[in-house]
């Protein structure tokens, strides 16, 4: 099992950044690949980015695509998300996830584990 504890959450002017951090227990992190997603009030949890187990491949959706960087470091158990160019659309609670079955996923459906999340507010 892995529980997932997210930070770095906060109030920010838009085009500024703010850099996530979800930290995993356990000592099986490295089997777990990771995702971030975010749900903004009133809507439906949407997929951010995902990584594989190594790290070397990444995936976004097209809407952060350029601004975000999901990242991951196995010697310390943490999944990062830079996010630049901030904008207000980017408000939400963002959520990291793990699974351990699919290299890269995209769908909520994929994922094992969640975080509690960590809210992001974007100013305009």
């Known amino acids: 099992q892995v529980q997932l504890v997210e930070s770095g959450g906060g109030l920010v002017q838009a085009g500024g950044s703010l850099r996530l951090s979800c930290a995993a227990s356990?000592?099986?992190?490295?089997?777990?690949?990771m995702g971030w997603f975010r749900q903004a009030p009133g809507k439906e949890r949407e997929f951010v980015a995902a990584?594989?187990?190594?790290?070397?491949?990444?995936y976004y959706t097209d809407s952060v695509k350029g601004r975000f960087t999901i990242s991951r470091d196995n010697a310390k158990n943490t999944v990062f998300l830079q996010m630049n160019s901030l904008k207000p659309e980017d408000t939400a609670v963002y959520y990291c996830?793990?699974?351990?079955?699919?290299?890269?996923?995209?769908?909520?459906?994929?994922?094992?584990?969640w975080g509690q999340g960590t809210e992001v507010t974007v100013s305009s």
């Open positions: 996830a793990a699974n351990i079955a699919y290299a890269v996923a995209r769908s909520s459906g994929q994922y094992d584990y």
């Open positions: 356990g000592r099986t992190f490295r089997n777990y690949a």
């Open positions: 990584i594989n187990r190594s790290g070397d491949r990444t």
